[in-house]
């Protein structure tokens, strides 16, 4: 079965420290990738997402994320984060033609930035 | 206005009694999912539907059971709650045009003492 796994259940970082969150998904054929996040008490929003081509992909507010096919993995990163940033991220992956836009996600990452 | 609402917001009710999670969606999308989210354990998906006529179980759907009543219209119903069903609760839409993005409602938290 489709699976995605968040390595980090809970990131605390002061401001303008560097980001990296991993997510790794196991399916060995196309994918699309997605990152979401939920601000507090908020409902997700996208932060960016990869069909195809290039496979550093860059979203909003300053993320990006770069799909390495070899490694199953589509890590996000930010290279300086804002105290703003403070939110539960989501990797997701759709997979499959036919699997009818159903996303798996990973557990969540929890981040919270030290002002 | 939001694309996609859902009523209520917040819900508490007792064991053994029938919910019902509504959700609507102004985007024109044929495809709506009902997910719920427990910490730890991402979200998880219960059930989705493709148009008025084509529903499909997902992962978790022991349970709850949905009506798609219209385009725009896809409930979650709980038919005897249970405390492990205590959750956060979203609806997402997609358009089937293409592959897409799913987008989310503002959830629904619901406690079931």
């Known amino acids: 079965a489709q699976s995605v796994s968040q390595h980090n259940h809970h990131v605390i970082l002061s401001e303008a420290a560097s980001l990296e969150l991993g997510c790794n998904y196991s399916?060995?054929?196309?994918?699309?990738l997605f990152w979401y996040v939920q601000y507090p008490g908020q409902h997700l929003q996208l932060l960016l997402k990869y069909f195809s081509g290039d496979p550093l992909v860059k979203g909003i507010k300053g993320f990006e994320a770069e799909f390495i096919k070899s490694k199953f993995s589509f890590n996000l990163r930010k290279p300086s984060v804002q105290w703003s940033d403070t939110a539960e991220y989501f990797c997701?992956?759709?997979?499959?033609?036919?699997?009818?836009?159903?996303?798996?996600f990973g557990q969540g990452t929890e981040l919270s930035v030290k002002p | 206005d939001a694309d996609v609402t859902q009523t209520p917001r917040n819900r508490i009710t007792k064991t053994g009694k029938r919910i019902m999670l509504e959700c609507s969606q102004t985007k024109g999308h044929d495809r709506m999912y009902w997910y719920r989210q427990d910490p730890g354990l991402g979200l998880r998906l219960i059930y989705y539907s493709f148009d008025v006529k084509d529903i499909n179980k997902g992962e978790i759907s022991d349970g709850y059971s949905v009506s798609r009543q219209a385009q725009a219209k896809f409930s979650l119903s709980l038919e005897s709650a249970i405390p492990n069903q205590t959750a956060l609760y979203f609806c997402?839409?997609?358009?089937?045009?293409?592959?897409?993005?799913?987008?989310f409602g503002p959830g629904t938290r619901l406690t079931v003492l």
């Open positions: 399916y060995g054929g196309t994918v699309n």
């Open positions: 997402a839409t997609r358009s089937g045009v293409s592959y897409n993005e799913q987008f």
């Open positions: 997701a992956v759709n997979a499959g033609y036919n699997q009818g836009g159903k996303l798996i």
